[in-house]
């Protein structure tokens, strides 16, 4: 039978977003229906509208979201109709390569809802990261559904669904950072910042953030960065290197994804130290590098997926630490918009003046 609720889409490459009624079926096998209580704004949803993940439109976008389970096809026993979830885009399938060498946190095969959600003349519906939470209702796989305890906010609790994740994932998880570290940071967005929270909770001692809007590096502040470097008035690399004797940072995080920054984050970072790029490059962009230099300065060159988490082990943690007040959730979300905003907020996210703006559903 199934249900129409409204939705967010971007019918095709660059056009405005639009909110248009949405079919969503009931669930099926290995399916849960959650109703959508708050979604974050994600840079990746600007990069689908922009075409720049692929040509699949109609897009149903959203994907940093929290709510209830208010259904569950058969066979599903990992969440219940009641729960308070916050949804994932990696619902491991513990039988591909990656999970069969004990790698489930880069799993290769993960799930999506099998049903398709569809516009009124039956067009197909491709959901952001296998998502689509700039609904009422989504639909996914039961495995993307991740149970937390329900005291948290869904304003906050919905961001560790992507970009905190990746943020806190790619310095905590991807770049290894310890007690003791020196950590440099490029790009102060949602991913960059939860970078540098990241950082501060792993024992972190130096953590030097870097953008090129003194407002992003103000508020880059306030999640532990120790230093602040803005790139378009001093020398990035120079900067870092004098903040740590001389040598550059043991990790340092590009949460951009431009040759520029990750030059500057391979060049900004200590001999034998890592690299994490967390940033997505734009589809038609090279790197340059000076070859010997890749050897000569030894260490780890890496990428981080969705910060390398495993949302049932990362997701219930994380939200405790919230909850204790030693995780600052909070601090992400600048503001809560309707659902009819979300074209808004990329402009917003644009000019610098969000670090997430977050959908409540009314
Ligand atoms: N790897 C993953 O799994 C994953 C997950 C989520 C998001 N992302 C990606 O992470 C990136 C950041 O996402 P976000 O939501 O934080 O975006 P955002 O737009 O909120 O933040 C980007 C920040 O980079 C700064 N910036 C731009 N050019 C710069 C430069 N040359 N030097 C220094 N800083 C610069 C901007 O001022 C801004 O503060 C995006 O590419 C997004 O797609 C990756
Ligand atoms: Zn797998
Ligand atoms: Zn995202």
């Known amino acids: 039978m199934g249900q129409v609720v409204n939705g967010v889409i971007a019918r095709s490459k660059g056009a405005p977003v639009e909110v248009v009624p949405v079919h969503v079926p009931d669930p099926g096998p290995g399916e849960a229906l959650v109703q959508i209580q708050a979604c974050g704004v994600c840079h990746t949803d600007l990069h689908y509208r922009e075409g720049a993940i692929g040509g699949d439109f109609p897009y149903l976008l959203g994907h940093e979201a929290a709510g209830v389970v208010e259904a569950v096809g058969p066979d599903v026993s990992d969440v219940a109709p009641g729960d308070f979830v ?143 470097v803005n790139s378009t008035k001093e020398d990035a690399v120079e900067r870092i290197r004098e903040l740590t004797g001389g040598n550059g940072a043991n990790v340092v995080v590009d949460a951009v994804g431009l040759q520029e920054t990750y030059r500057q984050a391979f060049f900004a970072r200590d001999l034998a130290g890592t690299v994490v790029l967390v940033g997505v490059p734009p589809p038609d962009v090279t790197l340059e590098l000076p070859f010997i230099e890749v050897f000569g300065r030894g260490g780890a060159l890496k990428t981080s997926w969705y910060g390398d988490c495993l949302p049932t082990r990362d997701f219930p943690m994380l939200i405790d630490l919230y909850l204790q007040g030693r995780l600052n959730l909070d601090g992400f979300v600048s503001e809560t918009i309707g659902i009819g905003d979300v074209e808004e907020s990329f402009a917003k996210m644009e000019r610098g003046e969000v670090l997430r703006s977050v959908v409540v559903m009314g």
């Open 86 to 228: 916050i949804l994932n885009w990696r619902a491991v399938c513990g039988n591909c390569r990656a999970c069969h060498r004990g790698q489930p946190q880069i799993c290769f095969s993960t799930h999506n809802a099998s049903q398709k959600m569809t516009l009124d003349d039956g067009t197909e519906l491709s959901p952001a990261l296998g998502i689509g939470a700039f609904m009422e209702k989504t639909l996914v796989a039961a495995g993307q559904a991740t149970k937390v305890s329900a005291e948290a906010r869904p304003e906050a609790a919905g961001l560790l669904g992507c970009g905190v994740m990746a943020g806190l994932g790619a310095a905590m998880n991807t770049g290894g950072v310890g007690r003791g570290d020196s950590v440099a940071v490029f790009g102060c967005g949602g991913v960059g910042d939860a970078a540098i929270e990241g950082s501060r909770l792993a024992g972190a001692t130096t953590i030097i953030a870097v953008d090129i809007d003194d407002r992003k590096l103000n508020w880059a502040k306030q999640f532990g960065a120790t230093h602040t």
